[in-house]
């Protein structure tokens, strides 16, 4: 089962509509609803848009994704998208981090070795971002 709790949000509306989002778009990814998944969103300031972490315990699978609180909702909803993105790749085992190397279906790339935006699993995030967003808005 699948759990999604919202930190540091100013307001029960901003709270819901962050979880209602995930949800959503944790569904759209084809993430199991049946897969035993914490979710952790933490509203923070920081110096990006987002982040996601993960715990890679087989029996405790938690995603932590922070999001910089100084953006707007509609804004704070895209890097959310994102960010579950990255959650679905975490979860799926596409994307893997151990040692200061990231691990993406099997290739291996060092750290000191990429642009963060040239990367697939950045590329895949940034072009189905936009596309979750819009969904979730209609």
Not at 16 to 40: G, H, M, P, Q, W
Not at 66 to 72: A, D, T, V
């Amino acid at each position: 089962m699948i759990f999604v709790d919202v930190k540091g949000a100013n307001s029960t509306r901003l709270k819901n509509k962050l979880i209602s989002a995930a949800y959503f778009y944790l569904k759209e990814l084809k993430v199991n609803s049946r897969t035993n998944l914490d979710v952790v969103i933490r509203l923070s300031s920081m110096g990006v848009d987002g982040y996601c972490d993960y715990n890679y315990d087989d029996s405790d699978k938690e995603i932590t994704i922070e999001l910089n609180k100084n953006q707007s909702h509609n804004e704070l909803l895209l890097a959310l998208a994102h960010e579950m993105v990255h959650a679905k790749q975490y979860v799926k085992k596409e994307l893997r981090t151990i040692n200061g190397l990231n691990y993406w279906k099997g290739a291996t790339f060092s750290q000191t070795k990429f642009v963060d935006n040239m990367v697939p699993w950045e590329q895949e995030a940034y072009c189905r971002e936009r596309e979750l967003f819009n969904s979730y808005a209609k």
